[in-house]
């Protein structure tokens, strides 16, 4: 059984449009996150939710938005996409925000805008 | 501000030849360190971790220890494998969850 998920695994779409992508966790953990990895492989932390609340929200733009409909599942959405968004998109959970926890990460979604 | 410094690849080994990967941080308080790994087309899996200083990390062979007099985190082999290539990531961890990772340090290992 996969503990981190994340549907779709790649993702091809035109600037301006709209996109989601979900993730799901089966490992009872409490928190979950969404990190960047540009193509120079440097990974960032975007968003973090804790039983279903935001606690980490870097400085992303505002046409990035997380939803959280229960704290199995994270998902981003991402308005009006831009070339620059191209990246691949990783989530992770731990069992909780303490900074001793180790983060579990899914596969990755590569998001290529064009 | 808090930020990993890792030394840059690419890194080319020979099969059963020694591996030291360097990582120095900066943070403020007691982070937790950590090393993740990063396997072609795969998504990162955490390797070892140290939570306060003089702590060692060990796993499949691999270990660090956590210095605090040098802000250290130094990734060690004793014999790379070629199964060993990878990326790999230092990171640390001072604000409950918010993982600063340093640039990766790819390898490749020759048979």
């Known amino acids: 059984d996969t503990a981190v998920s994340q549907t779709p695994k790649y993702l091809v779409t035109q600037m301006g449009n709209d996109k989601s992508i979900k993730c799901e966790q089966n490992l009872g953990h409490d928190t979950m996150y969404w990190y960047k990895q540009d193509s120079k492989k440097f990974l960032k932390i975007m968003f973090s939710y804790n039983n279903k609340e935001l606690i980490i929200n870097e400085t992303v733009p505002n046409r990035f938005s997380p939803k959280s409909p229960d704290k199995a599942h994270l998902n981003l959405h991402i308005n009006s996409l831009e070339l620059g968004d191209s990246a691949v998109y990783f989530c992770a959970s731990s069992q909780k925000t303490s900074g001793t926890d180790t983060q579990y990460f899914g596969p990755g979604t590569r998001l290529t805008v064009l | 501000g808090n930020s990993v410094t890792q030394m840059e690849g690419p890194v080319t080994l020979s099969e059963e030849a020694f591996l030291t990967i360097n990582c120095t941080y900066t943070a403020t308080g007691y982070p937790s360190l950590f090393w993740y790994v990063q396997y072609p087309g795969e998504g990162l899996q955490l390797l070892l971790k140290?939570?306060?200083?003089?702590d060692k990390g060990s796993n499949k062979g691999f270990e660090a220890t956590y210095r605090k007099e040098t802000t250290s985190f130094h990734l060690e082999k004793g014999s790379v494998q070629v199964s060993d290539s990878a990326v790999y990531f230092c990171a640390l961890d001072n604000q409950g969850g918010k993982l600063i990772f340093g640039q990766g340090t790819e390898l490749s290992v020759k048979p």
């Open positions: 140290a939570t306060k200083a003089d």
